[in-house]
């Protein structure tokens, strides 16, 4: 069977910038939670999905996610080593995620906390990555997410550590832009105002 990307969701941040005694992630979204509404799209994509998170959300992921798709890392307490390394982040989470799934042809990364991006619009950036090295979801012009990386990526991806996040590649490697009728792409959650529109958005069309 050819080997298809991989959808990787990012779900090991902190959400620092939410507030409340509730992770962002957990916070309630129609019949669901925030998370659990990214795996539901991410899944109906008939895509395979790794989750990349801490214990403190592992079994949210589970209750959609099978638990060997689900990549546990330490918690924040734990984000240094003995010889001072820094904490891991957005690049760490990339290359764990990355280095999971080595067999894929590729692979899209879909942050946690963007969970009105449709299951469409993960399927048209994966079929665009049989022909370019870096792909992204644009609505109305404007970058989104998912961003997909192909395999020839690899040993680049599962070497990104700290926060920098994939930004070196995108500067280093011409990206296509794939235009999406899925305003989702543009919306992610760091504050209880975002969460109240996304659940706004949500609603309106019954997602």
């Known amino acids: 069977m050819k080997a298809r990307p991989v959808v990787i969701v990012l779900a090991a941040g902190q959400g620092t910038r ?8 957990r916070q309630p979204l129609g019949n669901s939670s925030v998370l659990s509404e990214v795996l539901r799209h991410a899944v109906a994509s008939h895509l395979a999905v790794m989750v990349v998170t ?3 959300l592992a079994e949210e992921a589970r209750r959609t996610i099978a638990s060997r798709d689900v990549l546990v890392l330490p918690t924040a307490d734990a984000r240094s080593d003995r010889t001072g390394a820094p904490g891991f982040g957005i690049g760490h989470s990339i290359a764990a995620g990355v280095a999971a799934r080595p067999e894929a042809s590729g692979w899209l990364i879909l942050p946690a906390d963007m969970p009105l991006v449709q299951a469409a619009t993960l399927v048209v950036v994966a079929r665009h990555l049989d ?9 109305q012009g404007r970058r989104g997410h998912p961003v997909g990386f192909s395999n020839e990526l690899y040993s680049e991806l599962v070497s990104l550590q700290g926060d920098e996040g994939a930004r070196r590649l995108l500067a280093r490697y011409p990206a296509h832009a794939v235009d999406v009728n899925d305003p989702g792409v543009l919306v992610d959650i760091d504050t209880e105002a975002d969460l109240l529109q996304a659940r706004a958005a949500h609603a309106s069309r019954g997602a």
């Open 18 to 25: 939410f507030g409340g005694p509730v992770h962002k992630l």
């Open 54 to 56: 801490t214990d403190a």
């Open 131 to 139: 022909h370019h090295a870096v792909v992204y979801a644009q609505y």
